[in-house]
């Protein structure tokens, strides 16, 4: 048969920029379906419908209850208590330079370093800002290599050997997985990914080992050097900011950020889904 497919942009635009206006478009957007379902059926002609989105949408606010803007996040505090400066130039000559380059006003941050060796301050310096939940980024010493993940209670480090994955809890539990999948100190645990991918797929951090590992893989041209990870409520204070204000976003690992859609007329869908597996 003939596949169709259609991009629906007015629902982006709803959920992320119109306070109120989302849940009676979506009544509007069901309807439409429903006579579109109709029509075909009336033609002898029946569809198979699917519902996808690419990710979540978090908002400061229960869902259906009274909605807010965002509040906004920037890092210019942090990169001054961490002693850096910020270049804009295109180009990072200094070694206390540091680049802030986020497309839109997401809950995600992404910093490039001329010297990877201050992440770390900065990354405390950005935990002390309201809206800052974690930072992570790609350590690579000699022999070893993982993703750091630090909040304000704790640090964890990822590593990963093909599809299996060790979580070293140096202090906290950053990603709150479950006692019995972590490793202790220089005690590595490898778990394979279909065990710790239904561990926490239904947590605060959704399948994040996987998500992590995708991300310090490096498979965009431009990789960031360190990502800060925003709480639901909040955003990026980015040049965007000037010209308009969010109710719902997404770029973190948060469950409300990450969690989106799938669904069918037809058949049952298996759950969870990576995007891979659509």
């Known amino acids: 048969g003939t596949d169709y497919v259609a991009y629906l942009a007015g629902l982006d635009a709803m959920a992320h920029t119109h306070r109120g206006e989302l849940w009676p478009y979506l009544q509007r957007f069901d309807a439409m379906l429903a006579r579109v379902a109709d029509s075909l059926d009336a033609r002898g002609t029946p569809a198979e419908l699917w519902l996808v989105s690419d990710h979540g949408n978090a908002g400061g606010f229960v869902e259906g209850a009274r909605e807010h803007y965002l509040k906004t996040v920037s890092m210019d505090g942090a990169i001054r208590r961490a002693g850096l400066t910020v270049g804009d130039t295109g180009r990072l000559d200094r070694t206390d330079q540091v680049a802030v380059v986020t497309m839109a006003l997401a809950t995600m941050i992404n910093v490039y370093f001329a010297d990877l060796g201050r ?69 590595r645990r490898w778990i394979p990914d279909p065990l710790l991918r239904a561990a926490t797929v239904w947590g605060p951090y959704p399948d994040a080992p996987f998500r992590l590992v995708q991300s310090a893989m490096k498979q965009v041209e431009n990789a960031p050097d360190l990502i800060v990870n925003l709480r639901d409520g909040y955003s990026h204070r980015g040049n965007l900011g000037r010209f308009a204000q969010m109710v719902r976003t997404h770029g973190s690992l948060g469950a409300r950020a990450s969690l989106g859609v799938i669904a069918t007329s037809a058949r049952p869908v298996h759950s969870p889904v990576r995007s891979d597996e659509v």
Request: without cysteine; hydrophobic residues 40%.
């Open 119 to 187: 992440r770390r301050a900065f990354a405390k310096s950005a935990l002390a800002e309201p809206g800052v939940d974690l930072v992570t980024w790609l350590e690579v010493t000699d022999g070893d290599r993982y993703v750091a993940i630090v909040n304000t209670g704790g640090e964890a480090r990822l590593r990963w050997s093909g599809s299996t994955y060790s979580y070293e809890r140096i202090r906290g539990n950053p990603l709150a997985i479950p006692d019995s999948l972590t490793s202790a100190p220089g005690a």
